[in-house]
């Protein structure tokens, strides 16, 4: 079973920058992609990035797109969001998860998943 623990959430300021972590125990990561998603108050679960479990294929979303970057150290088992120019539209709780097939945007295909860490982007 693998544990997954998000890090490094917290208040900024609407243009400034977060680095998230999620770091794995448990199962060699190297097993997973690993998707990043957020949810914010009342609304679902979004699909934000993904990293495939070789390291050679990155997607984001959107809204997302040129701001955010992911990376993975398969060797300390830790995987990283780099959120650049945040906006008060990224405020959500971000959780990491896995999966042992291919990237996917959907919630369905990841079986595990950390606890979150809140990020708030106000002035």
């Known amino acids: 079973q693998v544990h997954l623990v998000e890090s490094g959430g917290g208040l900024v300021q609407p243009g400034g920058s977060l680095r998230l972590s999620c770091a794995a125990s448990?199962?060699?990561?190297?097993?997973?992609?690993i998707g990043w998603f957020r949810q914010a108050p009342g609304k679902e679960r979004d699909w934000v990035s993904c990293?495939?479990?070789?390291?050679?294929?990155?997607y984001f979303a959107d809204s997302v797109q040129g701001r955010f970057t992911i990376s993975r150290d398969n060797a300390k088992n830790l995987v990283y969001l780099q959120m650049n120019s945040l906006k008060p539209e990224d405020t959500a709780v971000y959780y990491c998860?896995?999966?042992?097939?291919?990237?996917?945007?959907?919630?369905?295909?990841?079986?595990?998943w950390g606890q979150g860490t809140q990020v708030t982007v106000s002035s």
């Open positions: 990293i495939s479990a070789n390291v050679v294929s990155t």
């Open positions: 448990g199962w060699p990561l190297d097993h997973y992609a």
């Open positions: 998860a896995t999966t042992p097939l291919e990237c996917s945007d959907s919630p369905a295909e990841y079986d595990y």
